[in-house]
């Protein structure tokens, strides 16, 4: 009996070993992904750090010494929820949160206007018992305080800058001593840059963040998720989805997955086949932060051991364009000059490029200096106008034209995208960037 048992655990090893796939012996080990506690602890340190060191910088960088945040629950500034704690989910009731800058010895002072204090960084200097209104409130705080220019969030150019409602700017007015009304002014580049620059600590923990999503793509291009011949570009799309959420992550875009495959095949369906450039489009959010990536996979056909050379060549021209692009990126710049100067330069050397790459952070396609649309190569106004700051994070993304030999000189898109920050060191690739196809064997 021992030696019938022992024979059928054997063959039952066996056949578990011929329906896993290979890959899952060799799988690297996914990063580690902190338990939300953890999560509240690390991104609280990151605001305490934001607030005492680069709010105080940009408000004196732009010679603004008061800056007022009004939002109401569910119509929340876009900026107020990078003010406010992990805990934070939304504006509670009316939220009014005033920075008041006292100068370099004192530093600046932070308020709540409201009936509870928001955590241990906003004490409530508001009570409803000795005052019953709560604009008279932030207006007689406004005014024993003084200030030269009060900021506050309008703006034409940027939607992270323009969070204060018409009806909230009109009441704010009317409290206001006229004299202080008058002090009011646009927010827009303490909105920016707050949102915009990066501490030490983050950029550092923002590798990690990219590492997830490269794992994700690739486990995503492998025969775990794709079953050649079955498998459609729909399927791939909702496996990110569900692998995401599974992992307690938030995407902040519908995952995409496309197709690219010689016009000889005898299919033009959607279905995942031997032969294709395979095209993914993802991003996911972790602590507050947002990465932005674009790959590609090739799908062998028998036989096969690499992709063709015509789309390998094909990669290596648009990661051309990419080092073109980034050796334009020089502090005080505007989005448009380095556009400008890159798409020269990609010309130059007889490359069918567009350059759409844009800033990245607390939003997916967040505040700073656009370099490009893909509708809008001449330029952008206005926000292609902002220069570039060091410290901050982009997204690189751009595509590039290539014929292929082997698919009788078709043109194929190689559309990349990989997330770097910007630093005096200079444009650093967090966790690195694709530089060869994934194989899909």
Known sequence: MKKQALFWLINLFLVLLFLIPAEAFTAEEFPQILPLREQARIYNSWLEKRLEIILPEIMRREGIDMWVVICQEYNED??????????????RRLSMLVFYDRG??????????????????????????RQPDQWQALADLIKARNPKKIAVNESGT????????????????????????????SGEKIAVGWLERRLPEEIEVY???????????????????ITPGVTTTEDLEWWFWEKIRSLGL???????????????????????????LLHCDVGITYLRLNTDHQELAYVLKPGEKEAPAGLQEALARAIRVQDILTAEFVA?????????????????????????THPLGFHGHAAGPTIGLWDKQEGVPGQGDY????????????????????????????????????????VVYLDGRQTRLHLIR
Request: net charge neutral; hydrophobic share 35%; glycine share 6%.
């Open 158 to 185: 940027f939607a992270f800058a323009d969070g204060l409602s018409h009806t909230n700017h009109q009441l704010l007015i009317r409290y206001l001593d006229p004299q202080l009304s008058q002090r009011l002014c």
């Open 78 to 91: 876009p900026v107020y929820l990078t003010l406010v704690p992990f805990e934070s989910l939304s504006a």
């Open 207 to 225: 590798h990690h963040l990219a590492s997830i999503a490269h794992h994700l793509i690739k486990e995503a291009f492998s025969t775990r998720a």
């Open 250 to 276: 938030q995407t902040w875009f519908r995952p995409s997955v496309e197709i690219q495959r010689a016009k000889s095949s005898a299919y033009q369906d959607n279905v995942i086949r031997a032969g294709d």
């Open 332 to 356: 005080g710049r505007t989005g448009n000059q380095i556009l400008t100067a890159a798409l020269k330069k990609v010309r130059e050397e007889g490359l069918k490029a567009s350059i759409y």
């Open 104 to 129: 370099p010895e004192k530093g600046l002072e932070k308020f709540n206007v409201g009936r509870y204090p928001i955590g241990k960084f906003y004490p409530a200097l508001w009570d409803p018992s």
């Open 387 to 426: 220069p570039l700051y060091y410290d901050t994070c982009y997204s690189i993304e751009l595509n590039c034209r290539s014929l292929v030999p082997e698919w009788d000189n078709q043109e194929v898109v190689i559309g990349v995208e990989q997330d770097a920050s910007f630093t005096k060191v200079g």
